[in-house]
């Protein structure tokens, strides 16, 4: 296919062809990154309007079920719904398993929603250039609402909330002790707590924490002069409360619009953008040098042996690097 | 040739793992059978999709664009291959999508062989599990 067959598609909503064109994106081939770069830079002038969500916790939690419930709520709203999945996880062989799409029984089949789950792939911080480039495709084929489910252990939770307008955090009610256990990171990053599993014989247990977690959110700084994330409480099973979150979310946009705040955060947004790209391809130029690549296997072995230190060998690796700068400029 | 040689070989030129959908088609559980044999692709270093229960053969199809598998797994539980097979190929068929590979497991007659391969099968296990030499044959189709 053509790169502007690829554009084309994309904005004729094709789906065969959006799903195509997030394979572009998330190729390890230097040729394929350069069409998506391509087409995601032919495509960024048609997005900018979606809502965008992400949406993490704990594995176990709720994340996929709720986004079953939600997202049909939002489709029946007439709102288009893609749904990013990225889940750190594979086995030793470095395969994935995706599972998410079991859980979203009904919304897998809607028009109106597209759902991707990616494989982890084990790059190097790939997963936000590759779960950005993922939201610009799928604003341009006329989502307007994304949300990107992430598990929240280790950094991808921090990445995928430097891309989004709203990012819900989803907890579980414990015995009492449900504070320990949680980053206080995660709690920093939350425009919105929501309690998920606040059904049945859980309501009070989940009410008992919406009250714990509101005493914790007190001890912090908040990020936003207008908004102070709320706890609330939900059940993806009896749809209870979900409802409430969607009318937060708007109520957050509304004021973050109003007072400037969204458009500040997407200039901030697109600034660590540049600065992902920029780490991403300096690391991906580090490998690729040839200079680097030469002496590469002989230095981590003196490195290993205890020959040389840890921060002659970065200098020695780093003057290589700089060394066979032009040869490897540009190449791919 | 290992299948780990393959893998790396695979996605050295296609830039990544191969992808299988594991797809539950049909009315009865089988979750058992298909979860397990998801985890085994998965160990065997694909990158797996595993969909929902009671999945039709549209449903299928539409996910395994959406999701951009090379290759779609089922098994076969209703001895019912016949029309699913038929079903799966006219719905890939149907959105430009007959490139993707299909590979169909379970207790299939061998009378039945001819037929579901003319359809539009691309291979065919005699079991619920997959073993080194089902691999090798299936990563060879892309060869
Ligand atoms: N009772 C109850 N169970 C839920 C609720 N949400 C999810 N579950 C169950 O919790 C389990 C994990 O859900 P899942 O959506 O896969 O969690 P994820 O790992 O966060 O995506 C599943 O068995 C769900 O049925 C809820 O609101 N109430
Ligand atoms: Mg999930």
Redesign the interface.
Known sequence: MQTQEYIDGVLAKN??IV??T??LI????PS?QDIAKTIVDALLPHTGKAVRIGITGVPGVGKSTYIESFGLQLVKQSHRVAVLAVDPS??????????D?????RL??EQQA????S?S?GTLGGVTRRTRETMIVCEAAGFDIIIVETVGVGQSETTVASMVDFFLVLMLAGAGDELQGIKKGVLELADTIAINKADGNNIEHARKAKIEYEKALNLLTPSSKIWSPPVLTCSAVTLDGIDEIWQTILDHRKKLESSGELADKRRKQALDWMWALVEEGLIDRFYKNPGVGKSLPNIVKSVEKGITGPTVAAHKLLYLHDLCFSESDYEG | MLIDQKIEKFVKREGRRPRILVSSMGKKRHNQDTRLLATLFAETGFDVDIGPLHQTARGTARMAIENDVHIICFLSIENNHKELVMELARALKAEQAENIRILVGGAIPRSDYDFIYSAGVDQILNSVRIDKEAVNRLLDLFE
């Open positions: 789906r065969r799903a195509k997030i394979t998330e190729s390890s081939l394929h594979s086995s030793k062989s470095g395969g994935s398993i995706m599972g799409k079991t859980r979203m029984e897998s089949l597209f759902i991707r789950p494989p792939g």
